[in-house]
């Protein structure tokens, strides 16, 4: 269940990617070619942001990385990504909605509609994994990837401890 859940994660955050490459070209180029040069600076920002947090997410998915363990290290927990999952999510679902009326106009606003959905059912899943293995001992909640990723390794040297045992000490 575990590796079905990063898959599922793996494709909620592969959708926030695709969701800013497409606001880039339904958004960002559409306000350069009106001349809205600061709408089109603020759609650029909110397409990057989304594109580099999706990306984030997929790799944490796949196998946990040095860049994002310093830089968004709750990436690497399952209650992290489950909040992260559900801020993006509700962002993605509001992000094209009409201000003064609510509706939905257009195809981007329905495809977002989409996408933040399930990625909100990603992180309810997500949540009840967590809470679960909440019950479980540190050890047994934390992908095991991880620790073996960011852990020096676990071999004695074996030639301090023979070199020691010969010396008569005890060994490292």
């Not at 860049?67 to 559900?86: C, H, Q, T, W």
Request: glycine share 10%.
């Amino acid at each position: 269940s575990q590796a079905a859940l990063r898959l599922c994660g793996g494709l909620a955050s592969g959708l926030l990617v695709l969701a800013g490459f497409i606001g880039i070209f339904a958004d960002c180029l559409r306000a350069l070619s009106n001349g809205w040069f600061f709408s089109a600076m603020h759609y650029l920002a909110e397409c990057t942001i989304l594109m580099a947090a999706g990306c984030a997410c997929v790799i944490a998915e796949i196998r946990p990385h040095q860049i994002v363990s310093e830089n968004a290290p709750y990436l690497n927990k399952d209650m992290g990504r489950a909040v992260f999952y559900a801020l993006t999510g509700m962002y993605i679902i509001g992000r094209k909605v009409d201000d003064h009326h609510g509706r939905r106009e257009g195809a981007q606003s329905w495809f977002d509609a989409l996408i933040g959905f399930y990625i909100l059912g990603v992180s309810a899943v997500q949540f009840s994994v967590a809470y679960k293995m909440s019950r479980f001992s540190p050890a047994l909640s934390e992908p095991a990837l991880a620790r073996e990723m960011h852990a020096p390794s676990q071999q004695p040297n074996l030639e301090q401890r023979d070199a020691a045992n010969a010396m008569g000490g005890v060994g490292v």
